[in-house]
């Protein structure tokens, strides 16, 4: 291997670790997003006191929010589990 092909492998190695490490903090992120909404919408519905419209809203524009980050506006919606 000479010295150009030994630098375009290792450019080549670093370019993929790079987008890797991106990749993980872009999927990390998301989940700390998801998260911090996953609290929002719980205490917009269980925990306020008044209800009403704007809580209506808030929830939708959340949902929507979530819809666009992981192509499922349900992500954050309780899911009926089944037993047995």
């Given amino acids: ?6 630098r375009a492998a290792a450019r080549a ?9 991106d990749e993980q ?4 992120d998301v989940a700390a997003d998801l998260a911090e ?5 719980n205490y917009l519905i269980f925990k306020r006191r008044a209800g009403g419209a704007d809580r209506e809203k808030l929830m939708n524009a959340i949902d929507d ?9 349900t992500a954050l919606h309780a899911k009926n589990h089944k037993c047995g």
């Fill in 1 to 6: 291997m000479t010295k150009a092909e030994n």
């Fill in 65 to 73: 929010y979530v819809g666009e980050m992981t192509g499922d506006r």
């Fill in 13 to 21: 190695y670093y370019q993929e670790r790079m987008r890797k490490l």
């Fill in 37 to 41: 909404l996953g609290r929002l919408r």
């Fill in 25 to 28: 903090s872009r999927a990390a």
